[in-house]
């Protein structure tokens, strides 16, 4: 059993939701987001999701893509994020899950990547542009190392696609609360929300998280209510954009993601 | 067999790499496709406008002065050119647009290199009275400033784009985010044979209207099949469109020509066959330039058109087959390919068109004996005046 897996065993003894916090590996700079997930378990986070930064981040919203430009900009690599999960694994055993799109793990090889993967200690992938259609090759060996794969549920997945989705995932299953990219601001959709994720519940016994577009703690509060777990991502980039530069960032931006933390 | 697959796969390459928001639309988008594809009425309506309104069928032309000059090549010209909006593109919107309505969609979208397409796809939005977005790099908006005023003109909206390299990539990422959000009521014209199945396949059958007319006006004038088939490739859908009807002729050799930019050597060109690596972007595995890191890197040509980091799944699997030959020509030598056919023939073809004209000359010292050849003339220079004016100064 990896460490997410066990994370979601433990809060379903707690009758707790989990929170999941995503950053961007390398933004502003790789010691920073070394010190933010170290950080963040203090905060109460249950799973962290460290973004792989891409020249072409098609289901991100403006936050998410300046930050990978900006990481991009001082040559963050799959390789050096690699290892910054190696150094955090020496200080903590927080679960980690890489987001990244499907091009830089096909040009690393997937066996490679998974190699890489387990043996730094990460627990899980999601790749947004890698739909389980075309992920056999990939979800066979995670499976082998035990490494969660993620996949995404969306307000349009049609009940047939639901199934391949569910069986497909492991760890937990990503429902995307709007029908769009990442940052988007919004009403949170509770009935529409509230339905698939019961829909989902009804095949498998997978925790269902629910991330894109929830932004404060009132969201996150609302949301919780309605799934096993709430990922927030937007909201968290801006609030290091905002502390940028600054000599607290990381108590700063701590502290918020305890306040979301808290809110579940 | 013929391809692609049931999964959209031609052999390793193509697929559907996308959010799953987009799934569910596109196996609609198929099993729509499908359908009309066999209807009559849906065939017979797409024909009604490419010939009545595109101005189909284009002539396939002798270019006797050019022929002589290349002295071994019998070269003709298959007049895409001529075409309503100056370019092939028109085959590919119209058939979309035919799809969109059938699928009851409120709204189109669009991306644009040399805006060729988007104004093709303003001028299909604009004859059935659909609103119309088309996401165009701010970079291509400065070069092609005649199109941009074209597109405003058909009433479509012309929306900047202005990240990474502000050119026809990052065009089409803000197109996928647009389509991602609006999925339900949008529909999204992709301009070439790339993107996610069913578009590799959708474009090339509705583009495959070239090649059908050119086989059939070469055999009535020259009772044979021709030796040679020339397109250039950017994305590739002229290229596929003038290929895919000659595929079961074995002796018809197929050569697809991409942008070397400013030379191979330099790194800064946007040939992804040539350069050899397999990657996915927009939606499909195909052949991508990139970094060592997977990071897409941003692709270099003269023409706005052939602008592009990737190319059309079909292509990379015709070159790994070996049925079809890729091969590069730089920008200095596409500017003089555009010289050579104006002047041997009083026709100004595009920058992209080009690229496929100047391969005639290195294609004439190959042959041995004679050998005929037709090449697409996929578009007009008039488009590409403008910045040629400045390059000459």
């Known amino acids: ?264 | 067999m013929t391809y692609p697959d049931k999964k959209g796969h031609f052999g390793e390459f193509g697929g559907k790499y996308v959010p799953e928001t987009l799934m569910s639309m596109l196996e609609e988008l198929e099993k729509q496709f499908v359908r009309l594809k066999k209807s009559k009425a849906f065939q017979k309506e797409f024909h009604f406008y490419l010939q009545e309104y595109a101005g189909r069928p284009t002539n396939l032309y002798l270019a006797e002065r050019l022929s002589k000059h290349l002295k071994t090549l019998k070269v003709y010209l298959k007049r895409e050119d001529l075409l309503h909006t100056g370019a092939h593109k028109i085959n590919n919107t119209l058939g979309q647009i035919l799809v969109a309505k059938a699928m009851g969609k409120q709204r189109i979208i669009a991306e644009t290199g040399a805006g060729q397409h988007g104004v093709a796809t303003a001028t299909a939005a604009a004859l059935f009275g659909l609103p119309c977005r088309v996401y165009m790099g701010t970079e291509d908006i400065e070069r092609q400033a005649l199109n941009v005023f074209r597109m405003k003109l058909l009433g479509a909206e012309v929306f900047p784009v202005d990240s990474g390299s502000k050119t026809l990539k990052d065009a089409m990422n803000e197109a996928i985010r647009d389509w991602v959000t609006n999925v339900r009521e949008t529909f999204y014209v992709i301009g070439s044979v790339a993107g996610p199945h069913p578009y590799p396949w959708m474009v090339r059958e509705f583009q495959s209207v070239i090649g059908r007319e050119a086989r059939r006006q070469f055999l009535a004038k020259e009772k044979r099949l021709p030796n040679y088939l020339l397109a250039c490739v950017g994305g590739g859908s002229n290229a596929l469109g003038l290929f895919h009807a000659f595929l079961k002729d074995k002796n018809v050799k197929m050569i697809g020509v991409e942008a070397a930019g400013e030379g191979m050597r330099t790194g800064r060109h946007a040939a992804a066959i040539a350069s050899g690596q397999i990657g996915v972007l927009h939606g499909s595995k195909s052949g991508l330039l990139q970094t060592k890191d997977g990071q897409v890197k941003i692709a270099h040509s003269i023409a706005a058109g052939l602008d592009y980091p990737g190319v059309g799944p079909e292509h990379a699997y015709y070159n790994k087959i070996g049925r079809a030959q890729y091969v590069t020509v730089t920008d200095q030598e596409a500017l003089n390919g555009l010289k050579l056919l104006s002047r041997a023939e009083g026709i100004i073809p595009a920058l992209e068109t080009s690229h496929a004209i100047s391969y005639l000359q290195k294609l004439a010292r190959k042959v041995k004996g004679k050998a005929s050849v037709i090449v697409c003339l996929s578009g007009r220079g008039d488009k590409d005046v403008g910045s040629l004016k400045n390059l000459n100064g």
């Open chain 1, 1 to 264: 059993m990896n460490r997410i897996d066990q994370a979601f065993k433990k809060l379903k003894k707690r009758k707790e939701k989990a929170f999941i916090a995503f950053i961007t590996a390398g933004y502003p700079n790789l010691h920073v987001t070394e010190q933010l997930v170290l950080s963040f378990e203090k905060a109460g986070v249950d799973i962290v999701e460290l973004g792989v930064p891409f020249s072409d981040p098609l289901a991100d919203g403006k936050t998410i893509q300046a930050a990978s430009q900006q990481a991009l900009q001082h040559h963050i690599t799959l390789e050096k994020i690699f290892q910054m999960v190696k150094r955090i694994r020496t200080r903590s055993q927080i679960p980690i899950a890489l987001m990244t799109y499907y091009n830089p793990v096909f040009h690393l090889g997937e066996e490679k990547f998974m190699a890489r993967a387990k043996s730094v200690g990460v627990d899980g992938v999601i790749v947004p542009d890698l739909p389980p259609e075309e992920a056999a090759s990939l979800s066979k060996l995670a499976r082998k190392k035990s490494i969660a794969t993620v996949f995404f549920l969306s307000p349009t997945t049609t009940p047939s696609r639901m199934k391949k989705i569910v069986d497909a995932s492991t760890g937990f299953i990503y429902y995307v609360s709007v029908t769009g990219i990442t940052g988007t601001s919004q009403t949170i959709l509770a009935q529409q929300i509230k339905k698939q994720v019961t829909a989902a519940r009804r095949l498998t016994a997978k925790p269902v998280c629910v991330g894109f577009g929830v932004s404060d703690a009132r969201q996150v509060k609302a949301v919780a209510r309605l799934a096993d777990g709430v990922i927030v991502g937007s909201a968290i980039i801006r609030a290091i954009a905002k502390n940028k530069g600054k000599k607290n960032l990381i108590q700063n931006v701590s502290r918020f993601v305890a306040q979301l933390a808290k809110a579940v």
